[in-house]
Structure formats: C-alpha cells, structure tokens
C-alpha cells in the first residue's frame, strides 16, 4: 500500500473509486452530480490523497482549498474506503499523511461535516482533535409535496440577477452559510447556478440560489424589513419551476436559526438529516 496525492490521477479514475468506495451505501451519485460537486466545494488534487493497493485507490480523500472565515482552509469534499478495507483506519492513515503537505501548503484550518448519526466518525474526528463548530440542519421534499407557494403580491417580480447583486444582498442571511453555500463556492459553480432576485420597486428584497441539476436551494434570504410578505414563497415557486429535480432539498441551515426552518415547515420540507461543522487548526 502507497500513499500518494491525486494530481496526476484523471476525473474518470476519481469517480470510479467514489463509486466504488459508496456501492453499498443508500445514496448514489451519478458522474456530472460529482464532478458538479468537486467543482462547487473547490476540489484540489494535489493536496487530495489516496491509498493505493496493487494500482487501485482503495481509500481516499478528496480535499477542496479556499478561505473560510478569512483563513486558508482545507474541506472534505469527500472520504471514502471500499468496503472490504474499511475497519483498518486507512482513512485515518491518509488524514495524517496529508498534514504536512496541507500546512506547507498554508492551510491554517481543516473543516468538514458529518452526519450526527455517524458515530463511529465522529469519535474518530475527536481522537484527532476535531472541534464542533456547529449543528446543522437539513431539510428534503419531493416538489409535488411542497404546499402554500400561494403569492398575491401584484408590486413584485422574481427574475434573474447577477452575482454581484447575490453578494451585496448577503446582508439578509441570518446566519454565515457553510462551506458549500458560501460565496467562494457560489462564485466557483455559478455557471451552473440560477440566481433569482425578488424584486420591488426596482429594489432587491430577496435573493435566492439554485442548482436545478441537483435540487439544491443553495441560498435562501429576504431583507428583514420585507418578510412575511410572501417573497420568500413567491421566489421558492418560481425555484421550483426551474428545478430539473422532482425533489428541493435545502442543506446546512444552522441550527440556532429559527425563521428559515419555520417557513420550511410552513410548505411541508421536512427536517430530513442533522449535520456537525467540525474543523481543526492546523
């Protein structure tokens, strides 16, 4: 078994071994949902690494790089071992391989996020002196269940805007969104993003953000002076309607905010998994 970084390895053998590494696992991805998914969270391969067995990658992690909170910070985008390895802390293995690279790098912080209900990892991730930042909340509904996108406003229009209006109308979010649903992964994936703005008066009150191809509402967030106005039905009705997907799912709202999972609850999207921010100083 070797050790080494993906730099040189092709989009084609990565996804391979993401199939590979999830087969028996519930949810599978299909190719563009990945390379879509890389893309977004800012995949870099020389500072992603890989065990590798008889010239197969039988564990790896996919790290993506950026700044988070103003610090250079290494994400994982993705961890996963073929099953009939796994139990043998490769994963571990490769995490501990890839720190001195990441800190030569000037990667100051590692961030990532697991399911609430992954034990076994998260006891791992402490051992290694990971930290909750964070809880998340994730919600998920097929579109023929959402209810209530009833919208009577005759002074508004949802209509396309571009993404400097998205990042000046960021002052509506109630809280800073994960890794993911930040500007920098926004501003990487928004040739295949769709940003809507709700507008009144020639004014912005309310943005929001979509990936039709995968049913992520990215971004959500009406100007507090204007809610409860049915902006944020009017622009989740219209999301809808661009959305390739027969489901929306809405990922990563931080649990100490109430007003974005209400008006979820008020259509029928459902809390549907819970979520940690974990991260470690490097």
Known sequence: MEFKNLENIDFETIFHAFQQAFADYEIHFDKEEVRSMLTRRGYNPKLSFAAIEDGEIISFTLNGTGFF?????????????????????????????SLPYLKEAGIKQYLLEVLQNNTKAITVYRQLNFNITRQFDCFKQTIKNIVNLQNNSTDLTIQPIDLEAVRQAQTFCDFAPSWQNSIESIE????????????RNDTVV????????????????????YRRMGIGSAMLQRAIELMKTDFI???????????????????????????????LKL
């Open 188 to 199: 990487r994936a928004k040739s295949q993003l769709i940003f809507l703005g709700a507008i």
């Open 69 to 97: 909170n103003g610090l250079p910070t290494a994400y994982d985008t993705g961890t996963g071992t073929l099953k009939e390895y796994r139990g043998h802390g490769i994963a571990t293995k490769i995490f501990n391989y």
């Open 206 to 225: 309310g943005f929001c953000i979509i990936d039709p191809t995968t049913g992520d509402l990215t971004q959500l967030a009406v100007n507090p002076e």
């Open 249 to 279: 799912k809405v990922l990563n709202i931080s649990d100490d905010n109430q007003t974005l999972p209400q008006f979820l609850n008020s259509k029928n999207i459902p809390l549907a998994t819970k979520q940690y921010e974990m991260k």
